[in-house]
């Protein structure tokens, strides 16, 4: 048998065993939630907020943006208040997706929403973190 045939059928046969390690170590996603959060009272805007947070973030980031384990980061965090993460940073995430930088939970893909939905949402999260002395 060819010698290069032996020696890359190893290879590939190595990368494929630490393939399934490494995958059969990485725990599945728990989908626990990350912090806990006290519910808000919400209206107007904020009422439209939650409306669009829980049609478009909740599946990653939790119902009431607890986050969720192993899925997305909580955006009640202090790692979103405000002077770290301005709102168009959330503007910017949702439109264009974002790069993994403060968890390990890979990317954040683009959302497909429209800005004055975003801006609601936004809104929501905000008056979330207030609640949940995140100023």
Same mark, same amino acid.
């Given at each position: 048998m060819n010698k290069n045939v032996l020696i890359i059928s190893a290879l590939a046969f190595v990368a494929l065993m630490a393939f399934i390690f490494v995958q059969s170590n990485t725990p599945? $996603? +728990?989908?626990a939630p990350m912090v806990s959060v +006290?519910?808000? %009272?919400?209206?107007?805007?904020? @009422?439209l =907020? #939650? @409306? #669009?947070f829980d049609d478009n973030c @909740?599946?990653?980031?939790g119902e009431n @943006? +607890? =986050?969720? %384990?192993?899925? =997305? $980061?909580p955006?009640?965090?202090k790692i979103y208040e405000p002077s770290h993460h301005a709102d168009i940073a959330f503007m910017l995430a949702a439109r264009n997706g974002v790069r993994a930088h403060h968890w390990p939970f890979g990317n954040m893909p683009a959302v497909d929403i429209e800005e004055s939905d975003m801006q609601a949402i936004i809104a929501y999260i905000r008056k979330l973190q207030v609640a949940n002395g995140i100023d």
């Open positions: 599945a $996603p +728990t989908r +006290t519910p808000i %009272e919400v209206n107007g805007q904020t @009422a =907020g #939650k @409306a #669009k @909740a599946s990653c980031h @943006a +607890t =986050g969720l %384990e192993g899925l =997305g $980061p955006l009640v965090h």
